[in-house]
């Protein structure tokens, strides 16, 4: 009988094969949110026979503009394991700002100053979060109940006129308005700053483990410090925005952003734990929280019950999150 050489198989043994879980295809993490929003569209349909017009999807996108340039900030910092929790307040008094600014010194000065406020706004929180060491959330809680009280004490209960920056709401193409274009831009950017930079790839580095990241000689405070930065960017973006699609202000301006855009975040497969999730996925998010308030409020459900499905859906986003870090974990 001829001897065997080792490593290789007999004709009567059988053939080695790759495991079958190997073979297994992976569906992409953000195919049950593609699905579930799917199944929200074809159940308004049948529910409305204006959800599903031309008319009705701009509404939809414009309506989710200010919440999804305030969540693009917001992704990048939960990747890189952070949070803003400002959003809301800063957008307010941004607009504020904007506002008074506008009344003594004519709008491109106003402009200016708002950048300013944002920006501030973003370095404040970066500063104390990756200088001073405050953890995220307590800075960025104390920041949204310090620039909500400003907003009030100089503003008061009244709203504030802006005249002649109305350039939000006009629709130059396919009669979707300005403001919606720019949630688009500012999400197409993120996604590629994201999924295709050097700065994209070091958030989710640090947010998977922050310790290891600085061990390889990742600047892991200078680059969070800029994703604050860019936060209060997007909270100038959407002062100058809200500003112009009501034409004024008030002290109430902006309150409850802070849940719907971590609402998105979340729900869009951002892990709380940072180091994984993506801008495509909280667009999905945006949609799928969009889409249910258009489709209630077109069917004549109360208001206050959006807040509550707003609410559930949060507890499910952080439910499948804590589920999917398990099943990671093995």
Request: hydrophobic share 55%.
């Amino acid at each position: 009988m001829p001897e065997q050489v080792p490593g290789t198989a007999s004709a009567t043994n059988h053939p080695i094969t790759a495991p079958a879980t190997s073979r297994r295809i992976k569906a992409p993490e953000w195919a049950a949110l593609l699905l579930f929003l799917l199944a929200e569209i074809v159940f308004f349909s049948f529910n409305s026979p204006y959800f599903l017009t031309w008319p009705n999807a701009v509404n939809i996108i414009t309506a989710l503009s200010i919440t999804g340039i305030l969540a693009a900030g917001g992704t990048i910092l939960l990747i890189g394991g952070q949070f803003d929790l400002s959003v809301g307040s800063g957008t307010a008094f941004v607009a504020l700002t904007f506002a008074l600014a506008a009344q003594h010194m004519g709008i491109m000065p106003a402009v200016g100053v708002a950048l300013l406020v944002g920006l501030g706004i973003g370095v404040l929180n970066g500063f104390l979060v990756t200088v001073v060491g405050v953890n995220a959330l307590i800075t960025t809680l104390g920041s949204l109940a310090i620039f909500r009280g400003l907003t009030l004490s100089i503003g008061g209960a009244s709203s504030i006129r802006i005249n002649n920056f109305d350039w939000a709401i006009s629709r130059p193409f396919l009669d979707i308005p300005l403001s919606a274009m720019v949630f688009l831009l500012v999400a197409v950017i993120v996604g590629i700053v994201l999924a295709r930079t050097v700065f994209g790839r070091t958030i989710y580095a640090i947010g998977a483990n922050e310790n290891a990241a600085r061990l390889v000689g990742i600047r892991t405070k200078r680059t969070l410090f800029f994703g604050f930065v860019i936060s209060g960017l997007c909270m100038t973006t959407t002062g100058l925005v809200s500003a112009s699609q009501l034409g004024s202000t008030s002290g109430t301006t902006g309150i409850g952003l802070e849940l719907a855009v971590v609402t998105a975040i979340i729900l869009g497969g951002t892990s709380l734990k940072g180091g994984t999730g993506s801008m495509f996925g909280t667009v999905l998010g945006l949609l799928i929280v969009g889409v249910l308030n258009n489709g209630m409020t077109l069917m004549n459900i109360n208001s206050t019950w959006q807040q509550v499905a707003a609410g559930v859906l949060l507890i499910l986003a952080v439910s499948f999150d804590q589920i999917r870090q398990r099943i990671i974990r093995g």
